[in-house]
């Protein structure tokens, strides 16, 4: 069965340093696609980055930026100079087949000032 | 450009009442999708519409009914709500149905069942 997975209920980071958030998922398909969601206290989740398994190149969206390990079925979220804006859930999410989208249990991150 | 609203925001029900959850999207989208997010779990889809005029069930359809009403609306009943209902609902859209399609999500409504 297709899992995500988040060992890190709660991340904290200092302002301004860099945080990596973990994921790994299980999958028996070769071509799918990876997602990062940032949902802030407003609760309403936005896609922070999205990488296509087929691609090698890592994905980066300004400070945003992943690490994607296709045989090590790892995704991990890195957020470059932190700012207090970055405090949020943050979901991992992969995405198979004719309609298949599964979400990780997320990451609460806290940034301090 | 409001991309996907959702009313209410906030409902509390007793045991057995009935509700209608709504959401809208500006965004010409086909596709549209209800979750629910609970403590310490990932979104769960509970229905979705992958075209105006057709809705599957996802993974936990027990005790909720949807209706796509248009290409804009997609809304959730509960027709006589539980305890285990209570959640927080979010209502997504994405352009199709495809695996690459980012999802857009409404801000939710926070429901409790009593």
């Known amino acids: 069965a297709q899992t995500v997975t988040q060992s890190q209920p709660e991340m904290s980071v200092q302002e301004a340093e860099t945080v990596t958030l973990s994921c790994t998922y299980d999958?028996?398909?070769?071509?799918?696609?990876l997602f990062w969601y940032k949902q802030p206290p407003s609760r309403q989740m936005i896609l922070v980055i999205r990488?296509?398994?087929?691609?090698?190149q890592n994905a980066t969206e300004n400070r945003f930026s992943v690490n994607f390990q296709k045989a090590a079925k790892s995704f991990s979220l890195k957020i470059s100079d932190s700012q207090l804006g970055d405090a949020a859930m943050y979901f991992c999410?992969?995405?198979?087949?004719?309609?298949?989208?599964?979400f990780g249990t997320g990451t609460r991150l806290k940034v301090l000032a | 450009n409001a991309g996907v609203t959702q009313t209410p925001k906030f409902q509390v029900l007793k045991t057995g009442q009935s509700m209608t959850l709504q959401c809208a999207q500006d965004?010409?989208?086909?596709?549209m999708y209800w979750y629910r997010q609970d403590p310490g779990m990932g979104l769960r889809l509970i229905y979705y519409?992958?075209?105006?005029?057709?809705?599957d069930k996802g993974e936990v359809p027990n005790g909720y009914n949807v209706s796509r009403l248009n290409k804009r609306e997609f809304s959730l009943r509960l027709e006589s709500a539980a305890p285990s209902q209570t959640s927080v609902y979010f209502c997504?859209?994405?352009?199709?149905?495809?695996?690459?399609?980012?999802?857009?999500f409404g801000p939710g409504t926070r429901l409790l069942v009593l």
């Open positions: 997504a859209s994405s352009e199709a149905w495809d695996r690459w399609e980012t999802q857009y």
């Open positions: 999958t028996s398909e070769s071509d799918y696609y």
């Open positions: 990488q296509e398994a087929y691609k090698q």
């Open positions: 999410a992969y995405s198979f087949g004719a309609y298949k989208y599964i």
């Open positions: 965004m010409n989208h086909n596709s």
């Open positions: 519409s992958a075209s105006e005029g057709t809705t």
